[in-house]
């Protein structure tokens, strides 16, 4: 009996916590770009990431600041200086939801630099660079760029193809998630882990499993 | 017929949760998302159109609003998944459950015309504060309304249950064994609780718990629209259309009360008397724990 109510409880918790992401929705959509930027000895060494803000979002953040307030979704020259950097006032610890990996190996991103931004059409699109820390070589193994708020307060998807810049010898395809089979790694994932760790505290990170991706390969490493 | 009819409601649901169970719900959760994404953007237009004072502009953002309801009710929610709980556990009738549901989303609209009123008037909130109060206070609260319901739901059950046991013996002595028999003030003999009072049939009580638990929780989209509308000056336009939300999102949560009812009312038909009797409490208590669970998750992580 007690044996069936802790079992139970386990399978509860766990259905639970598999309803809990499906459970948050979207507040803020985002598109995003993704430029790779080969350094002189053609090792990767930074991202320049371009987002555009749905236009709702763009709409608040413009009203917040009293910008475009002709309503014809151009901002004049002086509007424009004053919103570079609207986005860039990051919290200690948010991340960013820009993620690199490569061989599944997270590499280090640096804080944003060199932003931008403007308006086109209703939409804000501001533009920022985070360097590789450190740079690497890129061959077969791709290079995976990940674009994903793990809270899901943003909805990110990765539009356009993602440009390549400083070597030539590099391809890049977008993938969008296989919802089936990042649904069936967090099922295993709660399967390891079932009655063996505690799933509150240790939800398994899988929101990388339902991300947007760009995975990019050159001819040879260098 | 009827039985028929009602036997499906239930073989509906049950494909419904196979589906989800498959992960074929992703893909429905993808496509709700595309239409998010596409209605907030014409929302957005909507409101430009009207502070632009374009003819038509205030039918328009009505219209698309309500579509904004619909497409984000569509999507996972925390209002369904209550609503379809209590459907689903409670033998209550279609037609309280249904004005508990429209009740709900429209209180729901209320809540946001409130909090952001309230917030620039009262307060001088900024927008961060104010999505801030939304986020970190009235979150967790709503949650914690959850787990209550779904405790409540769970101690129901366990009651009735306890009750079932206590009746079962007794009434193994015939008509008038009366050592553990419930007196009801409506009638003499019973031999257990009916199906209809174990429900306690939406009781106000519940029906205020639901409707509370789902209010707290305000629809972001209704606050960005109604603090726009409040800081163009077109005010009432946005309040006319948080309401068109909570219209667009009650047509959800009305189909979604249907089915579940629809559903119960299968098992019942499927099942004979007595079993059902016996099994509802033992419902309750598994969709109120797994209501509980969720709602703790949720509750946890929202702290």
Excluded at chain 2, 209 to 221: K, S, T, Y
Aim: hydrophobic residues 50%.
């Amino acid at each position: 009996m007690h044996r069936g109510a802790t079992h139970l409880a386990a399978t509860l918790i766990a259905v639970a916590g598999g309803a809990t992401p499906a459970l948050a929705h979207p507040h803020v959509f985002i598109d995003t770009g993704v430029e790779v930027i080969f350094d002189g000895e053609g090792l990767a060494s930074a991202l320049r990431i371009t987002w555009t803000y749905d236009e709702m979002y763009s709409l608040v953040i413009l009203e917040d600041r009293g910008l475009d307030s002709d309503y014809d979704g151009v901002l004049t020259e002086a509007e424009t200086a004053t919103i570079s950097g609207f986005d860039m006032n990051w919290d200690a610890g948010y991340a960013g939801d820009s993620y690199a990996l490569i061989d599944e190996a997270p590499i280090v991103l640096g804080p944003p630099q060199d932003w931008t931004a403007d308006l086109t059409e209703g939409r804000l699109v501001s533009t920022h660079l985070r360097p590789l820390l450190p740079a690497v070589p890129v061959g077969a193994d791709p290079l995976v760029v990940q674009s994903y708020d793990p809270s899901f307060y943003v909805a990110y998807r990765i539009v356009g193809t993602p440009l390549l810049t400083g070597r030539s010898d590099c391809t890049v395809q977008v993938f969008e998630p296989d919802l089936a089979a990042a649904d069936s790694f967090l099922q295993q994932a709660l399967d390891e882990m079932y009655g063996t760790a505690d799933l509150e505290a240790d939800f398994p990170a899988v929101g990388a499993a339902y991300a947007d991706e760009a995975r990019v390969t050159c001819a040879a490493p260098s | 017929m009827r039985r028929t009819l009602l036997i499906l409601g239930l073989a509906v649901a049950l494909v419904l949760g196979l589906l989800w169970a498959l992960g074929g719900m992703a893909q429905i959760e993808r496509m709700a998302l595309e239409a998010q994404r596409e209605v907030q953007g014409r929302l957005a237009g909507a409101i430009r159109a009207l502070r632009a004072g374009q003819p038509g502009a205030l039918a328009a953002l009505v219209a698309v609003a309500f579509g904004y309801g619909v497409v984000h009710a569509a999507g996972p929610g925390h209002g369904k998944l209550l609503i379809g709980a209590y459907g689903m556990a409670s033998r209550v009738r279609p037609l309280p459950l249904a004005a508990i549901a429209l009740a709900a989303s429209l209180a729901q609209a209320a809540t946001a015309v409130v909090l952001v009123y309230a917030g620039v008037w009262l307060a001088g909130w900024t927008r961060e504060r104010l999505t801030g109060v939304a986020d970190e206070v009235m979150l967790p609260l709503s949650h914690a309304a959850f787990a209550a319901i779904g405790l409540w739901l769970v101690w129901r059950g366990t009651r009735a249950l306890a009750r079932d046991r206590a009746a079962a013996p007794a009434a193994g002595h015939g008509r008038h064994g009366h050592a553990a028999h419930v007196h009801g003030p409506d009638c003499g003999h019973r031999h257990g609780p009916t199906a209809a009072e174990i429900a306690g049939v939406a009781s106000l009580r519940d029906a205020l718990l639901l409707v509370g638990g789902i209010a707290l929780r305000p629809c972001m989209g209704a606050v960005f629209l109604l603090l726009l509308t409040w800081q163009m000056g077109i005010g009432p336009a946005g309040i006319l259309g948080a309401f068109a939300i909570g219209l667009g999102t009650a047509t959800v949560t009305l189909a979604v009360a249907g089915l579940s009812v629809w559903a119960r009312e299968g098992a019942f038909a499927a099942l004979p008397g007595s079993a059902l009797q016996r099994a509802l409490p033992l419902v309750q208590i598994a969709i109120g724990g797994l209501v509980a669970a969720v709602a703790a998750d949720l509750f946890l992580r929202s702290l």
